[in-house]
């Protein structure tokens, strides 16, 4: 235990019986447990937790509460923690940012000498003409000002994600949303608590006690904890506040996604510092953050204190530090007259000076701490008059005001407006089913804080449907609680009003008088608000010191927003756990034993090859196709079952061709476009009945396709009823010479006689016991039946197949066989040899449009395009047996310097014996032979000619055997 | 996130909605180019309440949303099957 603690009941938060070694700067650091990295190394003496943004002046903690940069450290490979909320634990690896050679020997303090030459603006002045300097300058400044360190070989970490929902969710845990939860709670609601720090009660946990106070709020808490119908989620922070209710609440490594009917924002209020000269020395800090140190950690902030003081609470702090054993050497009170509190009359009472009318005019620092301080005389707005010898002190504690801490309550849509008689902005334009309750909305006194927060939680219960009687409003009473604008500028600057961006007060002048005088202006011209907390400990002080430099009113400066993540979210949480579908086929196992290589397509895995070695694979696999017989997995296909009198005048009118006059047992080629004739699906539709088509889509358009047909019927209104059934079937494609021989051997009561079942026919049967749908289509350019059965049954004819093939040397072919066998043929991929813009004229698909027809979608567009000049063609090509370079796909085709086309396909064909592929060239490029030049990796031409498709059995004689 | 009274699921997460645009008049075949390309790359987004078409992804439910878009409040929803499309004003 070290001998720095105070006594019980200081420090309710650690245990003094265990203690926790650590690691700062290299140093073995003990602390106890419940101690946040700050608390401990407070507790040890190390005040200074890290090198200011721009100058590197040591800064040590400021509101103990995360409300600045000041005490972000890096631990281990996490950057940015905040110091003083970050509990400690065994051998947690700490180090101080923004720092060259470590914080005590930090060489970037030097910058300090050199920051008169960095005015306000610096980067947008200094750095942006000529244009060419910021690439210069950039990585310097990006080095110097970092704040901590995005590591490469950060280990990977579980997150996850949670749905949470409630009636009511409470935001702060204090007594009024410890009122709030407790009154929605027994007026029926299921109610959320959400409190950032490890413990409930807020305020009530570390400041100076009121008579039966401490109990009153734990019994509070503990009747909150113990109902039923509460939830409490502690160490958990409310990032945003989103539409309808929507919250994101972050606790460890989870992210909650809360979902309420109302929303009670009990977030409280947080001081404010006051400016000075060195006022962003170590040791000086908020009156709260003193108390904070006191009696949740049991440190005590310093040996000689003088207390900054704007309202009476600064005179519970100045009676606390002294029963703590602080010499409390002064009190400055701002205000020309403290009044007669009994408060100041105990500090009085205790014999501590106390000067009335009294700023500290400047700090002192000795060995990166704050050592002395000099007073002085308030003459006016932001003045003082003689100042005084240094009065020797280690801590300087501030209560001179409060912000509400207002965030939530803007992101909800309320309004903030500025109150000359509390200095603090007060909330208004409450949205429906938004409340606050206590000093966020203005109620300050314990037990008016208690009867706000009963009547936010019974109105927010009542919006929630949980009918209650309702209390009326609760006066607010923040007058007196907060000093106008405590900004005190030095005729030798250092008086830091952002900590977070090192600004000065005269940087705030000097952007105000440079025209920069609109709040929203102000903060994006300095940075002010910018940094990493967002400016919620100083934000109100800036909009103060603009309104007092431009002699405006406060309503007319405006305020900035603080906008989510209000403490920030991790990459971690957000990339997290994902809810992706991963989708498998029927005969993903079977694959899987067969030694595939598996791809992503889509939402679908699929076989890419299989075996090992892709070059081989696919030979082998092409090879059997060509050959003998091969069997593909094509059940990632898209299938839509379209039934109805209407159906085939339905498929009309989404498709481009005909189909009223499609035979039954016949299948036909389906072309879709949008409403700019751009294509944007293909597929086929094979009619089973007069009044029933089953038409595929592509892989990944098929949710598109089916959304688009629901879109237009839901106008047409047409008898038809369409059905995805894409999961409910698979499909086997049994592809190459020998297909026949095998489905016969299977056993089919389908009569495979050409004749019979000729090319571009479906039948339906039955393929070994198994109820199939048999369609003789194919990508390939073979004999083959694409056979769909329900998917419960695709393994049963799968292990059937490859039973019945063994004799005729069949093989399973993956995806990438697949691509090689239809680019032999000079089909085209939707997707890839297409784009949003390609019409079926570019695409060479022109036969698959129905000139007689009257409409279909896309088609008044179409016809506009069809009626214009060309711009390009889709063609196939050959490549020159010479070229040095194999091109790959979006590779450009160049033409007299400049880019004619891309090509969208390519591979060699080992069918062929050559390279083959598919580009877009320009019009008059696409006849027959023309060569054309492409650039290849490394900007080497390769030339290649224009061939007819298809590359492979031109005559189409195989697929139709 | 937003809600979206779906008219036949209920209030439901924005996420599993599709947008399918603003509710408009489709030209015959044979229209002046100028109103087909009127009507496939210019939109009328105005700050009023608009007609707009909504998918329910999970049910495939296609409905009417009258929102405005200068406030993102969504004022009604409807089947294409209610009278109320048919009407075609907005309230």
């Known amino acids: ?155 990977h970490g579980y997150f996850d994600k949670a749905y949470l929902f409630a009636d009511v969710a409470v935001i702060g845990g204090g007594p009024a949303g410890l009122a709030a939860a407790l009154a929605a709670a027994e007026a029926g609601a299921e109610v959320l608590l959400v409190e950032d720090g490890p413990v409930l009660g807020g305020s009530a946990t570390f400041a100076r006690p009121e008579p039966n106070g401490v109990a009153a709020v734990e019994a509070l808490a503990a009747r909150v904890q113990a109902h039923p119908r509460v939830t409490v989620l502690t160490e958990a ?97 701002l205000r020309a007259d403290p009044g007669s509190d009994p408060r100041v009359g105990a500090v009085r009472a205790r014999g501590i000076a106390v000067h009335a009318g009294t700023t500290v005019a400047e700090a002192l620092g000795q060995d990166n701490h704050v050592a002395a301080v000099r007073l002085a005389p308030v003459t006016g707005p932001g003045t003082f008059g003689a100042v005084g010898e240094p009065v020797a002190c280690d801590l300087v504690a501030m209560s001179v005001g409060y912000v509400p801490a207002t965030a939530l309550l803007t992101q909800g849509g309320a309004r903030i407006v500025p109150d000359d008689a509390t200095f603090m902005p007060r909330v208004e334009d409450l949205p429906a089913g938004l409340f606050a309750a206590g000093s966020v909305g203005g109620v300050w006194t314990a037990e008016r804080v208690v ?61 105000a008088a440079m025209g920069w005088d609109h709040i929203q202006l102000l903060k994006r011209f300095s940075t002010a608000g910018m940094g990493p907390t967002q400016g919620k400990l100083t934000n109100a002080l800036v909009q103060g010191l603009l309104g007092r430099v431009t002699r405006q009113v406060a309503p007319r400066v405006g305020t900035v927003t603080i906008r989510p993540p209000i403490t920030g979210e991790k990459l971690g949480h957000l990339a997290g756990r994902g809810f992706e579908p991963r989708r498998l086929t029927a005969l993903h196992h079977r694959h899987e034993a067969l030694g595939a290589t598996m791809m992503v397509a889509g939402t679908w895995m699929r076989p890419a090859h299989y075996g090992p070695d892709l070059a081989s694979a696919v030979e082998a696999e092409v090879a059997a196709v060509r050959q003998a017989v091969g069997m593909i997995d094509v059940s990632t296909l898209g299938k839509l079952e379209i039934r109805g009198p209407d159906a085939a005048r339905f498929l009309e009118r989404i498709y481009t061709w005909k189909y009223e006059t499609l035979a039954v047992g016949r299948v036909r080629y389906v072309l879709m476009l949008d409403e700019t004739g751009g294509i944007i699906d293909d597929g086929v539709a094979a009619r089973v009945h007069a009044e029933h088509f089953y038409v595929t889509a592509t892989t990944g358009g098929v949710d598109r396709v089916y959304r688009l047909m629901q879109f237009f019927n839901a106008q047409w209104r047409m008898k038809v009823d369409i059905a995805n059934v894409t999961a409910a079937y698979a499909g086997i494609n049994v592809l190459g ?88 043929k000079g089909h085209v991929i939707v997707g890839q040899d297409t784009d949003s813009l390609t019409h079926p004229l570019e695409a060479s698909l022109g036969w698959a449009v129905g000139r007689k027809k009257t409409d279909f979608v896309g088609k008044p567009a179409l016809d506009i395009l069809e009626a214009r000049p060309q711009s390009r063609r889709l063609v196939g090509f050959a490549l020159d047996p010479a070229a040095a370079v194999i091109p790959k796909e979006n590779h450009l085709v160049i033409r007299d310097g400049r880019i004619a086309g891309r090509v969208t396909s390519i591979t060699r064909s080992s069918t062929l014996g050559k390279v083959i592929g598919l580009a877009y060239v320009e019009p008059d490029q696409a006849g027959e032979g023309t060569v054309f030049t492409v650039r290849a990796d490394g900007g080497t031409l390769v030339s290649a000619t224009v061939v007819p498709t298809p590359f492979y059995d031109p005559d189409n004689a195989r697929q139709e055997m | 996130m937003k809600l979206m009274p779906c008219p036949l699921n209920g209030p439901r997460n924005m996420s599993e909605f599709s947008y399918g645009g603003e509710v408009r008049v489709r030209p015959e075949p044979g229209a002046d180019p100028a109103v087909v390309a009127d009507y496939v790359f210019h939109k009328h987004n105005q700050p009023e309440v608009t007609r707009e078409w909504w998918c329910h992804v999970p049910t495939s439910t296609w409905f009417i949303a009258e929102r405005n878009l200068a406030t993102d409040e969504i004022v009604r929803t409807y089947l294409p099957s209610d009278p109320l499309f048919a009407e075609g004003g907005t309230p």
Request: glycine share 12%.
């Open chain 1, 237 to 333: 922070v409310c990032q945003g506040l989103f539409a309808d209710h929507w919250l994101s609440v972050t606790q460890g490594n989870r992210l909650n996604k809360v979902r309420a009917r109302s929303v009670v924002v009990a977030t409280g209020a947080h001081e404010s510092p006051a400016v000075f000269r060195g006022n962003d020395l170590p040791g000086i800090m908020l009156g709260s953050a003193a108390q904070r140190l006191m009696r949740l950690w049991a440190v005590r902030p310093g040996r000689e204190a003088v207390v900054l003081a704007g309202n009476d609470d600064a005179y519970e702090v100045a009676l606390d530090l002294a029963e703590a054993g602080v010499r409390v050497v002064a009190v400055a009170d």
């Open chain 1, 737 to 824: 010479p020998a297909s026949r021989a095998v489905v016969q051997a299977v056993g089919t009561t389908v009569d495979l006689a050409p004749d019979a079942f000729p090319y571009l026919g479906v039948r339906e049967g039955e393929v070994g016991g198994v109820p199939a749908r048999l369609m003789r289509i194919g990508f390939g350019g073979e004999l083959g039946y694409e056979i769909h059965v329900p998917a419960s049954q695709a393994g049963a004819l799968w292990d059937a197949l490859i039973k019945a093939g063994a004799g005729h040397g069949l093989r399973p072919v993956g995806v990438e066989a697949q691509r090689v066998l239809r680019l032999e």
């Open chain 1, 451 to 511: 009867e706000d927060g009963t009547r936010a939680g019974r109105a927010a219960a009542a919006h929630a449907g949980h009918a209650c009687p309702v209390p009326g409003p609760v006066a607010p009473d923040g007058e007196g609680r907060t000093w106008p604008i405590p900004v005190f500028p030095h005729p030798k600057g250092k008086e830091f009003i952002d900590f977070d961006e090192d600004l000065q007060v005269h940087d705030i002048i000097d952007a």
């Open chain 1, 1 to 155: 235990m070290s001998a720095a603690r105070l006594p019980a009941p200081f420090g309710r938060l650690v245990d003094r019986e265990r203690s926790v070694t650590f690691s700062f700067e290299g140093r073995r650091i003990t602390g106890l447990a419940g101690d946040t990295i700050a608390s401990a190394l407070a507790a040890n003496g190390q005040w200074m937790l890290s090198r200011s943004f721009k100058y590197h002046r040591p800064r040590g903690l400021v509101s103990a509460a995360g409300l600045e940069a000041n005490a972000l450290v890096q631990v281990g490979h996490e950057p940015n923690v905040a110091a003083d909320r970050r509990a400690i634990t065994p051998d947690l690896d700490v180090r101080a940012v923004n720092t060259f050679g470590g914080l005590d020997h930090d060489l970037g303090r030097a910058i300090g000498l050199l920051s008169r030459f960095m005015p306000v603006g610096f980067y947008y002045r200094t750095f942006y003409t000529p244009r060419a300097a910021w690439k210069v300058w950039e990585p310097v400044i990006r080095r110097l000002a970092g704040l901590g360190t995005i590591s490469p070989k950060a280990p």
